[in-house]
């Protein structure tokens, strides 16, 4: 699985779009892009994923540079909810293993 | 909707103990999955099943087992614990996709395994 790469760690305010980058140069053609989140010790919730063209759900929206090199994970409107450990990771989607980095520690504030 | 299922959910025990830990797949769901997380890390893969057969494996030790069952669900079996075997423990299901879809893993709440 291609590695990514994203900052470690992101303030935003409450009410305020959330922007997290990833990059994910090494990524293959059959690699989706997926995000995941952690809230402290929680299981890892799934958010969203694509392959090359930008999605949306009702959580939020990926969006996937035309060269699928790096990603950006939109949370709209931010809410102390939305305070954990983000992880974007490239997984193949083939009963395969998720491969976890350090992720991007989200802090949503006041 | 119906989520996976892992019990139990606190779990502690002596060194030198056995541990087994269950995992009910949200219904339908054929893959199977294990991950460690231990304290102030991220999670790491331990090994999948599919179908009931393993279908990968990553940095499981020796001591620990699983299986998948007929119903689908899967045990983690832990002999000789060690303390540093103390650690969340995540299970994770998900179904075959389509031709032009992705498998998406939904993970379970956790066991937390103390290891005194």
């Known amino acids: 699985d291609a590695k990514t790469t994203q900052p470690t760690s992101m303030d935003c305010a409450e009410g305020r779009a959330a922007n997290l980058p990833c990059n994910h140069s090494?990524?293959?053609?059959?690699?989706?892009v997926y995000w995941y989140r952690q809230i402290h010790s929680q299981g890892p919730q799934y958010i969203i994923h694509?392959?090359?063209n930008n999605e949306t759900n009702e959580m939020a929206s990926l969006i996937i540079t035309e060269d699928r090199k790096s990603s950006t994970l939109i949370l709209p409107h931010a809410t102390l909810r939305d305070t954990a450990v983000y992880y974007c990771i490239a997984y193949t989607g083939t009963a395969s293993k998720l491969t976890f980095g350090t992720g991007t520690r989200l802090q949503v504030t006041l | 909707a119906a989520g996976v299922i892992q019990s139990p959910r606190h779990l502690i025990k002596e060194k030198r103990e056995t541990a087994t830990l269950k995992c009910y797949p949200i219904p339908r769901h054929d893959t199977v999955y294990w991950y460690q997380q231990g304290p102030g890390q991220d999670p790491q893969f331990l090994i999948s099943f599919y179908e009931k057969m393993q279908s990968d494996k990553g940095s499981i030790p020796d001591r620990f087992s699983a299986q998948q069952f007929s119903d689908y669900h899967s045990e983690l079996n832990m002999s000789s614990l060690e303390l540093g075997d103390s650690a969340l423990y995540f299970c994770a299901s998900s179904t075959t996709p389509g031709r032009s879809s992705t498998d998406t893993q939904y993970f379970g709440p956790g066991t937390r395994l103390t290891v005194l």
């Open positions: 694509g392959l090359k």
């Open positions: 090494t990524i293959s053609g059959n690699e989706y």
